[in-house]
């Protein structure tokens, strides 16, 4: 029998089994209850972790941060502006130095190929913040919110991604989603389907977990009878601006408001986004699109995101738990959080 905990490294949402991905979800579930009674124990004594982000965060790096005080570890955000990664040193030296160093590295950045990197040198656990393939800790986020709030088990719901569906958001839940056994949709326009690899590969994962993977550009198809909606900003980080002209048109019908909650037949539906959202206009990029392009909120109309259909904040809050879950399980393997491990 494998191990429920998970490997050293999370690059990428297969790199957990199901058991494991299940374990892991419990394991940030007890955590999560731990805290909230006031109890939480102290995990992380003595442990140094790196911050290692060439994006901009608020959710992921706020998530690690509080997660390493919470369990009375250190850690030090290190960003291209105030170092030489990526600029005068490589990946490789990069890790070599943070391995000497720190317990742990956490990684946000461009090319997926510099996490792996980053992992086969650093000789100690390396975490995928985003990259631009995999978003492996909002996926954890993802699945954990949706068990909180359904009646029924997770392989029992489903999911519907809607918007420009070639993202590593879109990429991990269609697999973490796959991996549980979940019937996961994504309704996207022909030209912003996920690499055909990523489907195919979810849909070998889906045929042995129960589960089931549709991409389609029938949105009807895509939405009826759906437990969750969920979507995603239509222009992602590093993209040019001046992407949105091509892609407004393109994704407009794809767009959450009340109409498509309609679509879905169920009026319990809930709606999740991993944040930031454009829904209103009191962002500068919210503003911009409004007096640029006349759009209102983009991805999500603000009535829904306001709504009680929306559990983002819930979303967003359990990056912290799964995040710590992930870390935990890594870093404590000679004590289990859960019995069975
Ligand atoms: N969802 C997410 O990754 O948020 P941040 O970009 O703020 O970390």
Redesign the pocket.
């Known amino acids: 029998m494998t191990s429920l905990l998970p490997p050293r490294h999370l690059l990428e949402d297969s790199d957990l089994t199901r058991e494991q991905l299940e374990h892991q979800l419990g394991v940030a579930a007890h955590l999560k209850t731990e805290r909230a009674n006031g109890v939480e124990q102290q995990r992380l004594i003595g442990k140094t972790i790196a911050l290692l982000f060439e994006?901009?965060?608020?959710?992921?790096?706020?998530?690690f941060e509080v997660a390493i005080d919470e369990q009375g570890g250190h850690c030090t955000y290190i960003d291209p502006a105030s170092s030489h990664v990526g600029v005068t040193e490589s990946i490789e030296d990069t890790a070599i130095v943070l391995g000497r160093l720190y317990d742990g590295i956490a990684f946000?950045g461009y090319a997926h190929n510099d996490v792996e990197a980053l992992a086969r040198f650093a000789g100690v656990p390396v975490w995928n913040?985003?990259t631009d393939r995999w978003?492996p800790t909002?996926a954890l986020a993802d699945l954990l919110t949706m068990r909180e709030h359904a009646a029924k088990p997770l392989e029992q719901l489903a999911v519907c991604f809607l918007g420009d569906a070639r993202d590593n958001?879109a990429n991990s839940l269609l697999t973490s989603g796959a991996l549980i056994g979940m019937d996961v949709r994504i309704a996207c326009p022909d030209a912003l389907r996920p690499e055909d690899d990523i489907i195919h590969a979810a849909g070998r994962i889906a045929a042995t977990s129960g589960g089931r993977v549709l991409v389609t550009d029938d949105i009807d198809q895509a939405v009826t009878g759906a437990d969750f909606l969920y979507t995603d900003v239509w222009v992602s980080?590093g993209e040019p601006r001046e992407a949105w002209a091509e892609r407004i048109p393109l994704l407009r019908p794809y767009r959450i408001d009340q109409a498509m909650v309609q679509r879905t037949g169920n009026p319990a539906v809930k709606v999740l986004h991993?944040?930031?959202a454009i829904h209103d206009q009191n962002s500068q990029l919210g503003h911009e699109l409004f007096t640029g392009y006349g759009l209102d909120g983009a991805e999500v109309s603000d009535d829904v995101f306001r709504s009680p259909h929306s559990i983002v904040f819930d979303q967003?809050e359990n990056?912290l738990h799964t995040i710590k879950a992930v870390m935990l399980c890594s870093l404590n393997r000679s004590q289990p959080i859960l019995d069975g491990a």
């Open positions: 994006k901009p965060s608020t959710r992921t790096r706020a998530a946000r913040g985003l978003h909002q958001v980080m991993c944040l930031p967003a990056r």
